[in-house]
């Protein structure tokens, strides 16, 4: 097997991608989802302390993008524990909605 043979079976295998800038986006997207819930937490916080209670609705977005994200990660892994964490932050989606119901239109 010469050099050229090898370079073709590795782009097909990789279908292209650069493996660098793969492994740059899944860096940013840890990092912007971890920055999402601090920016979470902080507009809480303000909410609570201006309105008196605080805005589920930003815990019910990140939630729910945490879930999709390890469905994902288990779709194409089939990892157990990705799926054990995205039935987790599906729980903690479904928690934040039931309080947003609550406080919102009164149910429960």
């Known amino acids: ?10 782009r097909k295998e990789n279908r292209d991608q650069d493996l660098v800038e793969l492994e740059v986006l899944h ?4 990092i912007a ?10 507009l ?4 609570a302390i201006f309105q008196d209670k605080p805005d589920y609705s ?5 939630w729910a993008m945490l879930t999709s994200v390890f469905f ?4 194409r892994l089939r990892k157990r524990h990705e799926l054990l964490l995205g039935l987790l932050y599906l729980g903690f989606c479904i928690f934040f909605f039931v309080l947003y ?8």
């Open 101 to 108: 119901l609550r406080d919102v239109l009164g149910v429960f």
């Open 58 to 62: 930003v815990w019910i977005i990140m």
């Open 72 to 75: 994902v990660k288990f779709y």
């Open 27 to 30: 860096k940013a997207h840890s």
């Open 33 to 42: 989802l971890g920055i999402g819930m601090i920016a979470s937490g902080l």
């Open 1 to 10: 097997m010469d050099k050229d043979e090898i370079l073709a079976r590795s």
């Open 44 to 47: 809480s916080v303000l909410h």
